[in-house]
């Protein structure tokens, strides 16, 4: 789903006080004909505010079923939400003033699983939904029964895919399982290969592939485990010691650094970290295989 637009009511009115506050307070210092002019510019300012129209768009994949769109009323109209509906860019029609609008995919000559967009301008105080999304969304049906690592390219075979949905390439590091990538699916119930390079750290590493749907259940492909003997990465200064600019690490390596609450700052991918636009204090850095700590002097 995108939303391109929104303003609330509360944005409305905070917008319009303050507006009006800066209109009184300079009232006595300025010509009558620019107060004119600036009380213009505020009423057309929030003429625009009030009727300007917020669009959303629920991309999706053709069922050749119904799909329920909850359609509040306005916060302050009081009218239904939705002003109009467009179905893959072109205008479709129905019944608007009901709390529940319907949109009918019978006789539609699509095919089964192709993508499509719903596209709905509405009243900005108020935010159409699916109410059924089972309908509409596509599902992870797909098995993967093969994930293989040739050199360091991660392949893996699927079948029974319904749906164009991603794949998640997980990589276990740092105690915890990380996307390092994201991989299109194809979306078709036929043998589909994949394939993407990856990166590895020292000593063990650890891939699988995930897919995940709208109903947040996801479906793992069994791990593949590889052992890298390149020698680990070193860093300087040294675990808890003092730094004062440069981190710097004996080999290339993706890194993180958090501060001493664990809130994470930044990361990347580099033989060197500057940190002179830290405060003083402690930090925590992850690298390679390894979780360290160091102080900013």
Known sequence: MQVFFYISASTKQNFAYHVLLLLHLSQRKRPKFQMI?????????????????????????????????????????????????????KPYKTDLKSDRVTV???????????????????????????LNPESFYPKSTCEIPAVNLITDTLVWKTINERGTLNFEIEQYRWNTWKTVATVQGLGTPDTNTYKYNVEFHTGVNRFRVKQTDYSQVARFSDEIIFTSSEPPVQFSPGDGETVSRYIEFSAVTDYEVFDFYGEFLFSGRANRIDVYALNPGTYFLKFDNNMVSFIRR
């Open 104 to 130: 009918d995919f019978s006789g539609k000559n699509i095919m089964e699983n192709k993508a499509v967009v719903i596209e709905i301008y509405h009243k900005p105080d108020c935010l159409p939904m699916i």
């Open 37 to 89: 002019r600036l009380s213009l510019f505020v009423v057309s300012i929030l003429f625009f505010i009030k009727n300007t129209t917020a669009q959303t768009e629920f991309y999706g994949i053709f069922k050749n079923e119904s799909v329920y769109i909850l359609n509040p009323k306005d916060t302050i109209s009081k009218k239904y939400c939705i002003d109009s509906i467009f179905f893959n860019r």
